[in-house]
């Protein structure tokens, strides 16, 4: 697990997207919560995991959502991550030596870490988790004030949790 859990302060980065754009949690912050989300693209989970996040980014996009990728990769390969899995929020390139990776003490992909407004975490998990995504569904419908739609769409074998 995540070295910053629930009720913790998330520690502040500034990180440059694969198109090299800044993102600047605090300014983030000021808009509403951010979801990151810690992958490696050679990671089965993450692969598992980020077409679930992309549809959670499809139920809040237009209310404005932030939900960031951070790679342990370079730009080349996660790119072609995106294209392979359909990812279309950004995601941001956390060089070696992964200095936002460790201020989160990241032991496990992916992580995923809903940061609220205030700055608090307000959830912290790794690997997959069924209970956690919809919990932060709830919480972002909570946020912008939404009903979204079914996350998990019936007929799907969505397992309880795998580890990162």
């Given at each position: 697990m995540s070295a910053v859990a629930?009720?913790?302060?998330a520690?502040?980065?500034?990180?440059?997207?694969?198109?090299?754009?800044?993102?600047s949690l605090q300014q983030a912050l000021e808009r509403g919560?951010?979801?990151?989300?810690f992958f490696k693209?050679?990671?089965?989970?993450?692969?598992f995991t980020f077409p679930f996040l992309e549809r959670l980014y499809q139920q809040f996009r237009e209310k404005g959502v932030e939900l960031w990728g951070i790679v342990q990769?370079?730009?080349?390969?996660?790119?072609?991550?995106?294209?392979?899995?359909g990812i279309n929020f950004p995601i941001l390139i956390d060089d070696e030596p992964y200095e936002t990776s460790q201020q989160y003490g990241l032991e496990y992909v992916p992580t995923l870490v809903l940061i609220a407004p205030g700055g608090q975490v307000e959830l912290a998990n790794d690997g997959f988790s069924k209970r956690d995504l919809l919990e932060i569904q709830?919480?972002?419908?909570?946020?912008?004030?939404v009903s979204p739609p079914a996350l998990f769409q019936p007929g799907e074998?969505?397992?309880?949790?795998?580890p990162g």
């Open positions: 629930a009720g913790k302060a520690p502040a980065f500034e990180l440059t997207s694969m198109d090299g754009k800044a993102y919560p951010v979801l990151a989300a693209v050679g990671c089965p989970t993450c692969q990769d370079n730009a080349r390969d996660a790119q072609r991550f995106a294209k392979t899995y709830k919480s972002l419908g909570r946020h912008f004030s074998k969505i397992p309880e949790f795998k």
